[in-house]
């Protein structure tokens, strides 16, 4: 079966470090999205790829980036990690067409910044 | 803008009773609207979508939505609620008919009691 996976599914950190989360998609879909989610704030997207060499800023960018070299995957990297980075990390996968798609979303990885 | 709003942060309900999770959104254009589930430590799961045709659409798990123009409403409903129906629940609106970004919802946290 299709499925979206991201590892690590827990991570802790300290401040200053660059941190890569992986998220990987069998479901070739084009579209992929990473969210950040805190309480209080719901869902909010960070970046967002329509297809290979595609990235897109989301509403909360600052202090990440992406990079779409295959379909399959969607690396969040953030460069240099703060305390505010704390957070639960979910990628979602979704297809295109003239209908609205649904996303499908990962696991979700819970890091810690310290 | 398009932008969709859940006016209660948790629904409470006891087991067997109907449950019903508002959702009121702002589109312009036609909407595509959607409802995901989030258990625990999980990541979402979609529900069910209208994107056009029969007002009353209906989902995984029991769920139901029914989608009302006039009022911009899509609430989420279940005829008969179960313990394990308790989650985090998140409406969701497309932003466009030519983006697959998704605005979500504050989230509801629906309580089902024995």
């Known amino acids: 079966d299709a499925e979206i996976t991201q590892s690590p599914r827990h991570k802790i950190t300290e401040t200053g470090r660059q941190v890569t989360l992986a998220c990987h998609q069998t479901w070739n879909h084009n579209n992929m999205f990473w969210y950040r989610q805190d309480l209080g704030h719901g869902l909010r997207l960070i970046h967002y790829?329509?297809?290979?060499?595609?990235?897109n800023k989301g509403e909360v960018s600052d202090g990440y980036s992406v990079s779409r070299s295959n379909t399959e995957d969607l690396p969040l990297t953030l460069e240099s990690a703060a305390s505010s980075q704390t957070s639960v990390y979910f990628c979602a996968s979704s297809g295109t067409g003239t209908g609205g798609t649904e996303q499908y979303f990962g696991p979700g990885t819970r890091l810690t910044v310290t | 803008a398009q932008s969709v709003a859940q006016p209660e942060d948790q629904v409470n309900v006891a087991e067997g009773n109907p449950l019903t999770v508002k959702c009121t959104y702002s589109v312009s254009g036609n909407p595509y609207l959607f409802w995901y589930v989030q258990y625990p430590n999980r990541g979402l799961q979609f529900l069910l979508k209208y994107i056009t045709g029969d007002n009353l659409v209906k989902g995984s798990y029991g769920f139901e939505a029914e989608f009302n123009k006039s009022q911009t409403s899509f609430h989420l409903k279940k005829p008969s609620a179960l313990v394990s129906d308790s989650a985090l629940y998140f409406c969701?609106?497309?932003?466009?008919?030519?983006?697959?970004?998704?605005?979500f919802g504050q989230g509801t946290t629906l309580q089902v009691k024995p």
């Open positions: 790829s329509y297809g290979v060499q595609d990235t």
């Open positions: 969701a609106v497309r932003e466009g008919s030519n983006t697959g970004k998704l605005i």
